[in-house]
């Protein structure tokens, strides 16, 4: 997270990650309601966006943060961030709409990587340290 106010902007190096929950959300709900409406498949991608963008901002979930080697002084997200983040999953899901799964999965690890490189956290390494916080992957995030 690189320091407590990153997370206040309008976008932050997550904002890839809300791209790619975009990606993931249009997948599976193509999966498991083939014959939905796009436009409802797209409301329900936006309530579980939004309902994580709510749940991520409460202090439970900023306290774990805070266990973590990069989000040693995470105070949340800012409104408008949280909603450039719903925008950026919304942008996500009609790409992946529309274009060549080849594409969508060469951009999204794309994105995976180069946000791994750049700050060493990326979707992957949050998700897992939101599950279990790895001693090992905490000594590479911190520099080690």
Do not use: C
């Not at 274009?99 to 794309?110: E, K, N, Q, R």
């Amino acid at each position: 997270m690189l320091s407590s106010g990153n997370s206040q902007h309008l976008t932050d190096w997550y904002t890839f990650s809300h791209i790619i929950h975009g990606f993931l959300f249009y997948l599976l709900l193509w999966l498991v309601f083939p014959k939905m409406p796009v436009s409802k498949r797209l409301l329900i991608a936006m309530g579980i966006e939004i309902g994580w963008e709510i749940l991520e901002n409460t202090p439970m979930v900023i306290n774990h943060y805070r266990q973590q080697a990069l989000a040693q002084g995470y105070t949340g997200d800012s409104i408008i961030n949280s909603v450039v983040d719903t925008l950026a999953m919304m942008a996500g899901f009609f790409m992946a709409r529309k274009w060549p799964v080849w594409s969508i999965v060469a951009i999204g690890l794309g994105m995976e990587l180069f946000v791994g490189m750049m700050i060493r956290d990326n979707l992957t390494l949050n998700v897992l340290n939101l599950i279990h916080i790895f001693p090992a992957v905490a000594r590479w995030q911190g520099g080690g």
